[in-house]
């Protein structure tokens, strides 16, 4: 299961051991690990270099230390890139407009990929948000229901780095979403056109037209970008 460790920089080693064994299966999402006692017996290390490196891996957020319970492998890591994601755009300057279109690429491809991939029970849940979302006057309500909505086609994707990786950028963008809003909303009619365009890329999902998908999802995306404030992040 594990090796002895000969190095100076012990803690570094028993990482890359827990994280080979993540990569070869041994070790999955909401496993527990041995205990420290155990670890330092099978890796012939001290508890002090245990510890440090179950310290470092849950600083990284591989890891959900619990007291009294012992240490586990984390079961969702979505929470996990919000912090590091938004310190590299500060870091790299990323202004709102680039969060927008990286937004932009992920949604449209999630729509394509979802157009071929979306469950009958899938379809008749997107269905019934684009229902609710027509029926309500509740602009709050709503824009829950909008967020709902572009996140259960990210969720019929299929691929778990999309849904999370685009979770975690509207996050990052999402007081200017709903700021763009509450502009759409005050021009008469523009309810109407997002109810419209939700429908447009309900019914690409029905056909599971990829390409009727994608262009439904990017009109409509780009249809919101017009109304986006000014505001910097």
């Known amino acids: 299961m594990f090796s002895p460790i000969k190095s100076t920089k012990v803690y570094e080693q028993v990482i890359e051991q827990i994280k080979n064994m993540i990569d070869q299966g041994l070790l999955k999402k909401g496993d527990k690990l041995p205990s420290e006692r155990s670890l330092v017996q099978q890796l012939e290390v001290s508890r ?4 440090e490196a179950l310290r470092a891996l849950e ?28 310190i590299m755009f500060m870091l790299e300057g990323s202004n709102k407009e ?3 279109e990286l937004r ?15 469950t009958d029970e899938q379809l008749i849940e997107l269905k019934e948000l684009t229902q609710k979302f027509i029926n309500c006057d509740d602009e709050d309500i709503n824009s829950e229901i909008d967020k709902k909505f572009h996140y259960k086609i990210a969720e019929c994707s299929g691929n778990v780095l999309i849904f999370d990786i ?8 999402d007081h200017f979403i709903k700021d763009a809003r509450k502009l759409i909303i005050v021009h008469e009619g523009n309810k109407e056109i997002l109810f419209s365009q939700h429908n447009e890329i309900y019914l690409a999902m029905e056909r599971h037209s990829s390409s009727d998908a994608r262009k439904a999802m990017r009109e409509h995306l780009d249809f919101a970008n017009k109304y986006k404030s000014e505001r910097t992040i």
């Open 48 to 51: 002090a270099s245990i510890r």
């Open 59 to 86: 600083v990284i957020g591989l890891i959900d230390c619990r007291q009294g319970e012992g240490s586990y492998i984390k079961a969702s890591f979505q929470d996990n890139l919000f912090e590091p994601l938004s």
């Open 98 to 100: 680039e969060i927008w």
């Open 104 to 118: 932009k690429i992920m949604e449209v491809e999630a729509a394509g990929l979802a157009s071929k991939r979306i």
């Open 166 to 173: 685009l979770k975690t950028v509207s996050t990052l963008v």
